[in-house]
């Protein structure tokens, strides 16, 4: 039997309204979000597999092809949506504001994408695409403190499974892969040279690599 075709799809945002556009043969546009809800992000899984959307109070996340409800996240104020690797899970980004009892605040959140289930989250002030990195195979995610990057499995994102600490890190980037590893680069301070330094994944005794 032949292999069905691939299908073809892109989406589109627009201030108050989403959408889903088929390629032929269906050459058909699909609504996601009501002109009246305010369309804030639009994100595909990697494997294509989910289509995850912020309007209005709520995330929701649904099958990319029939757009069948997969789940629904009740949380005001997403900005951002993005899927781990795999698209097992879905982290949000809302501007941070302090709590008035004086809680932590977290406003970058993770979910399970099939339940919409919350996992943990982080406060992270300032947006940006790489605040939560993870490996290919989901096992972690890592996100940078002042002087070290902190790496979490998905389960149990309360406290950190592994700590790379290198003083001065100003950013990191988890590479693709199996075997993945990481690079942490620290800036020029006086007259110390910026340096770029590289570490197997839960190997921290000594660089792989490094460079100034």
């Given amino acids: 039997m032949a292999a069905p075709p691939e299908h ?11 959408g889903v556009w088929d390629a032929p ?3 058909a546009a699909r609504t996601l979000a009501a002109p009246a809800q305010a369309a804030k992000a639009l994100k595909y899984s ?18 990319a092809q029939t757009l069948a409800p997969v789940a629904t996240i009740a949380r005001a104020g997403v900005v951002d949506v993005r899927f781990s690797p795999k698209g097992t899970y879905v982290v949000t980004w809302e501007r941070f504001s302090k709590p008035a009892d004086g809680s932590a605040g977290h406003n970058l959140l993770v979910w399970d994408a099939a339940s919409g289930a919350a996992r943990g989250g982080f406060v992270h002030r300032t947006f940006s695409e790489d ?43 988890v590479s693709p892969g199996r075997a ?19 570490y197997a994944v839960g190997a921290f005794a000594r660089p792989t690599a490094s460079k100034t």
């Fill in 8 to 18: 073809t799809q892109f989406a589109y945002r627009a201030l108050k309204e989403m």
């Fill in 46 to 63: 990697a494997n294509g597999r989910f289509l995850a959307w912020a309007a209005g109070d709520e995330v929701r996340v649904a099958d």
């Fill in 180 to 198: 993945p590893s990481v690079a942490v680069f620290v800036p020029e301070r006086g007259s110390k040279p910026a340096l770029l330094r590289m």
């Fill in 25 to 27: 043969p269906a050459s």
């Fill in 131 to 173: 605040a939560l990195q993870w490996t290919d195979d989901e096992r972690h995610c890592a996100k940078l403190f002042p002087g070290e990057v902190r790496f979490y499995a998905p389960g149990a994102l309360d406290a950190a499974a592994l700590t790379l600490r290198v003083d001065g890190a100003a950013s990191f980037s």
